[in-house]
C-alpha cells in the first residue's frame, strides 16, 4: 500500500512564534524532511495529507487509527476542519506540493484532483435537486458541519452552484472520468466535501476515492534523510520547527514512536538495558533475543535519530536547541553513556544527543550522519 503523507505546520502565529520562514519556504524544507521516508510519508504538524485515494468512509477511519500511535491528546483523529480561509489556502498549498495539479489526470474529476476534508451534510440531506442553479434555495451552512459540530458560517468556498445535491441511481457512474466510481445504493447523494487544486469546494459522492486530509495530534516528525547534528538542526528549521526535545518519559515514548511510525521498526524492542556497556547478553522476551545480535548491528545509523539535546558550551551541561536542560528524573540514558565526550579519541566529542528506536538516548558524536526527529513548537 503507497501511502504519502503531507502535515500540516503549526500555525505560528496562533503560538506567538515569530520565524524568519515565509510560508512557500516552509513546504519546501518539508519536502526535503520528508522525501526519503518509506513508504513515501510525508508528516508535519496539525494536517495530515494521506495521497493513497480512499472513499469517505476508508478516509474517515484511517483518520481515526493515525493518532492512536502518536498522539499528544487522547482525542481520535478526524477529517481535517478547513473553517478559514488561512487554513483553506495552506491545505490547498500542501496539496499542490503534494500532488502538483500539472501531473495529474487532465480530467477535471480524476480522483487525485480533489482531497477528502472532513465536511459533510448531516441536514436535509435527502433534499430535491433542482438542476438549474437560478432556481435553487439559498445554501444552509447550518446543514453542514465540521466534526466538533460547527458549520460553515464564517468561512465556505464552493464553486459555483456547489452545493448541488445532485443524485445518483444505483449502477451509475459519477462522472465520465473513466476511473470513477459507481453508485452501489438505490440512490447516492452528493453529502461530503472535496477541495480542489485551487482551494474551491465540492459536494461529492461518499464512494468516490480522494486522498484526504486528516487533523493531526503528533508532536515529532521524523526524517529518514542521513544528516549531521548540525545538518539537521538546520534542516528543521528550514521547514518552520525545531530538533526534537523531551521533557519526560511519556514523550520519550511519544518520540519512539514517532521513529518506527516512519522509519520502520528495528528489531531491537525487547532489548532496552541490554547494550551499550561492551556486551550482549540475554535480556528481553519474544521473538527477539538480545543474545543473538551481532553487537555493531545496534549502532546502525537506522535505529537511531538526532535530537535537539547536546553539550556543545559545557560539557556534562546538556542543553536542548532551547536553553532548557536535558535531563529529567529517569532519563533513559544507554549504558555507560552521557559521561564521557569522546574527546580524547576525536577532536570533535560526543556533544549530541540521538536516541534509539527502543527508546534510550546515547552521546553521539555530531559529524556523524543519522536519520532526525523534528518538532512542532509548543
Aim: proline fraction near 3%.
Amino acid at each position: 500500500m503507497r501511502l504519502t503523507i503531507l502535515c500540516y505546520i503549526c500555525v505560528i502565529a496562533e503560538l506567538g512564534i515569530t520565524l524568519n520562514v515565509s510560508l512557500n519556504e516552509q513546504v519546501i524544507g518539508l519536502k526535503n524532511l520528508v522525501r526519503k521516508l518509506p513508504n513515501h510519508v510525508f508528516p508535519t504538524c496539525h494536517v495530515v495529507l494521506v495521497a493513497d485515494l480512499a472513499n469517505f468512509t476508508s478516509a474517515e477511519n484511517r483518520c481515526k487509527r493515525l493518532p492512536a500511535m502518536l498522539s499528544r491528546t487522547n482525542k481520535a483523529g478526524t477529517l481535517a476542519t478547513v473553517n478559514s480561509k488561512e487554513a483553506n489556502d495552506f491545505l490547498t498549498l500542501l496539496f499542490n506540493a503534494a500532488l502538483p495539479k500539472h501531473k495529474q489526470h487532465r480530467n477535471t474529476f480524476a480522483g487525485t484532483r480533489w482531497v477528502w476534508t472532513g465536511l459533510r451534510k448531516t441536514k436535509k440531506i435527502n433534499q430535491k435537486h433542482i438542476r438549474k442553479v437560478e432556481n435553487r434555495k439559498p445554501y444552509n451552512a447550518e446543514d453542514w458541519q465540521w466534526y466538533d459540530g460547527s458549520s460553515p458560517k464564517d468561512f465556505e468556498n464552493w464553486n459555483r452552484g456547489q452545493p448541488d445535491q445532485r443524485p445518483l441511481k444505483m449502477g451509475k457512474k459519477s462522472s465520465d472520468y473513466k476511473h470513477s466510481g459507481i453508485c452501489k445504493e438505490r440512490l447516492c447523494r452528493q453529502n461530503q466535501m472535496r477541495l480542489n487544486h485551487e482551494g474551491m469546494w465540492d459536494d461529492a459522492f461518499s464512494f468516490e476515492e480522494h486522498p484526504f486530509a486528516c487533523d493531526y495530534q503528533g508532536k515529532y516528525i521524523v526524517s529518514a534523510e542521513m544528516k549531521t547534528w548540525e545538518e539537521a538542526k538546520a534542516a528543521c528549521e528550514a521547514a518552520g520547527l525545531q530538533l526534537a526535545t523531551v521533557r519526560n518519559l511519556d514523550e520519550t515514548d511519544q518520540l519512539r514512536r514517532a521513529l518506527i511510525f516512519f522509519l520502520g521498526e528495528s528489531g531491537f524492542d525487547n532489548c532496552k538495558g541490554a547494550f551499550g556497556n561492551g556486551k550482549d547478553y540475554e535480556h528481553g522476551v519474544g521473538q527477539f533475543n538480545c543474545v543473538k545480535v551481532k553487537r555493531k548491528k545496534r549502532w546502525d545509523p537506522i535505529h537511531w535519530a538526532w535530537t535537539g539535546g547536546n553539550d556543545l558550551k559545557k560539557e556534562g551541561d546538556y542543553r536542548w536547541t532551547d536553553g532548557t536542560v536535558v535531563l529529567f528524573e529517569g532519563f533513559p540514558w544507554i549504558a555507560n553513556a552521557g559521561d564521557n565526550n569522546g574527546s580524547k579519541r576525536k577532536a570533535k566529542g560526543q556533544n549530541s544527543l540521538t536516541i534509539s528506536k527502543w527508546g534510550e538516548f546515547d552521546d553521539s558524536y555530531g559529524h556523524d550522519k543519522k536519520p532526525f526527529a523534528c518538532e512542532c513548537y509548543r
